[in-house]
């Protein structure tokens, strides 16, 4: 549908307006008329965002919106129909998942996914592997840059647990840990493929509401430090609201509202089709 | 002419093997085991019938209702016994249990029969062959045998789990255990007739292939196991038409690459098949496509 | 660092028990306190242990289930043969002419490894068992089909019969078609038996705690987690693949000249589940399991050999008793039961080492 010859830099049709600081600088993310369709149910459809470099973007909407397949068509987990990502300026059309990783995409999962029977410290590690530099061979006969990358790697490892202050569970199996720990620990992994633009799936899910707030915090921090983009589903409108500086709303397939938190809240399209409705649920 | 006499043979060995299928992949559509003893059940079902027409001096049709008692039976006493209390095990737990039980089975029957082979007496012996475009094209009885035995239980199964209220358990079950034991629906006997159902085909493969092949010794059944097993997967493990359409393609396959390929090569050459055929299609002819929830 | 002492101590002991194996059956020998069915069971031992590591570099590690292990190993087992026969002149010293033989038997399996590997790995869960146990087969018919004779102009090959290969009147026959490899001069020894062993170990202790041990362990976890981290799932299920066929490749060739004849028939999918059950028993993932299970495996039909004809029958019987003792829950929790009451801590789950 969309000509990628078409689609210039920049030009999306958006109502989504960058914040303040990453206005001079090019979008790490855009998106234009992305679409997909599941044997002739189309699922997303026209589905255009542009994502500042230090954003913190929110995209919500109810269940069943399309939420996660929009991060599973920017991952590439699954193939979009139809539409244009251009990540950091750079068309992601023939990449595979691994590639949209290694070129500066990194998520978690709605239903977390950790490597269950392994350590956290080495869950965090696999995070870690296109960064730690040793071949096959040099791993089998422990050449001297074995050790060398393993320190590194488990130093960096355990910085980055600290981020939440997980160091003292690096020894733990991964698929005992408590819930909440599961998901900050997807976090982390995440974080350590050293990606530009950070996805998570309904990050707070689960979590109590002191939980919740530290979270906040925490992916505040995570921003500020690495200096990076975050986009994350949630349901929690506290958190959303709280922490994102753009909001894009999810219907049925289709974006039905963009702007900041406060432009949201007052949408009275929005308040129909998802908060009057999140109400009712409730 | 013998290109047809050749493909109705295959034709033939196919539906043995589709019959044996039938009883893997219907196993493994609702257990969702790969029960490996499947292929010494057929070696037990033509000892039984052996002994039955040769020591109990038996007519053929009680000798065969006798094999397919004794291996219905057997279908279910190895699933109650081995299989049941691994119901929550991994399924790589179960598939060594299923090899120790197929063990136990060949050692059986090599302790209670020798390892001599025993001469089968096919059960259509002395029937003429029929001839056919002027005797130029001789098709045995075994073979019309084979064919039309297997046609009659292909129609009885399909009627069975498309309208019987037992077919429509086990299709419950091996969509969805679970949501088919909140249906009120009896997972454990649902099983168990699977097992009777697979193990008594079975007994009947076992007589047809013995009829046209017959010699009996107590691996007899593995090599038409994994064969079958194969066929079962070939065409979508734990679809029904599946194990059908590939059980009889890859009898053809066998008969033809014997005749005209390679003798030594032909089992070579139904393998290369089947991985041609998996690499292009990855579940198999009909087999479901299953996508994975992210 | 607490856990990668843990991991290496582990690895260690490992090492000391196939040490520890190697010292009491020397001094066993040396003493002639050992029968000689026993001792002759010594090499085949060893070469069984090298096949559960490494089809437990696969299974357990890697989590495919394959069928046809005993293809690589048949693979192995023809190349060293070959190999050993035709270097009879050229190099004379037994010693080396093993290892030659070691060497190019697991490069050529690691090449069919790779030829299996490419499109087997493609598929998922029980298809692409079902196309190892395939592969396994076919590999078996073509060495059925082989014939291969040396002489003064080197080697020969055909795959129609022995006659059409072409030798001239120095030619030896190295391998006959169904007859297999025969006239093999016997030149495998125990010593080299617990070397490779060690070799083995040493290779996939030291890999399963690299980055490339964690990228299969995570791949087999979850791998679509695993793609989302930037792993390339197919290079290192085709590496595990690789590696293991390798070292079956090794084993095969120390297994095959330790007799003077070998059949293809020798290496059909019944050694392939023999090999499996030694996995499963001795516990995915757990190297120590798989050399104790091979061990105590080979052997037990010897030592079940005053119950003569009924021994594989309890072999049977014994193999299902364990498997639903050890994966039925209700008999699980009696287990803990009895080792809580004794106080020893009940078996946990922990974090995936070399056990």
Redesign the interface.
Known sequence: MANPNEVKLVAMPSKNKLPERDIDKAPILEVAHLGIDFGGLTAVDDFNIAIGRTEIAGLIGPNGAGK?TVF?ML?K??EPTRGMILLDGKDTAHM???QI??AGI??T?Q?I???????V???V???L??N?D?S?FS????APK?WR??KK??ERALDLLGIFDMQDL???????LPYGAQRRLEIV??L??QPKLLLLDEPAAGMNPSETAELMDNIRKIRDTFQIAVMLIEHDMNLVMGICEGIAVLNFGKIIAKGTPSEIQNDPVVIEAYLGKHKEEE | MTFLSHVINGISLGSVYAIIALGYTMVYGIAKMLNFAHGDVIMIGGYMCFIATMSLHLGTIPSILIAVIVCTLLGIVIERLAYKPLRSASSLAVLITAIGVSYFLQNAALLIWSSNTKSFKSVVAGVQPVKLFGDKLSISAEAILTIAVSVVIMICLTLFTGKSKMGKAMRAVSEDRGAAQLMGINVNKTISMTFAIGSGLAAIAGVLLLSSYSSLTPTTGSMPGIKAFTAAVFGGIGSIPGAMLGGILLGVIEILGKAYISQELSDAIVFAVLIIVLIFKPTGLLGKKIKEKV | MKKLSKKTRSGFINYGLILVFFLVFQILISTGSITNSLKGQLIPICAYMVMAVSLNIVVGFSGELSLGHAGFMSVGAFTGVIVSTSLMNAVPNTGLRLLLAMVIGALFAAIAGVIVGIPVLRLRGDYLAIVTLAFGEIIKNILNCLYVGYDKAGLHISTKDIASIGMDETGVTIVNGPMGAIGITKISTFLAGVILILIVLFVTQNMMNSRTGRAIMGIRDNRIAAEACGLNVTKYKLIAFVISAAMAGAAGALYALNYSTIVPKKFDFNTSILVLVFVVLGGMGNIRGSLIAAAVLTVLPELLRKFSDYRMLIYAIVLIVIMIATNNEKARAIWNRVFAGLGAKPRKKEADGNG
């Open positions: 996660t599973n991952t987990v699954y595979t998942t691994v990783n290694k990194a998520r999962f239903n996914r950790l490597f269950d029977k392994l350590s410290e080495d869950n590690k696999i995070g592997h296109n730690t040793y096959v791993g089998i006969i422990r074995y990358e393993e790697a488990h690096a020894n733990a199996q991964a698929g005992s992994r995440a350590a493929t």
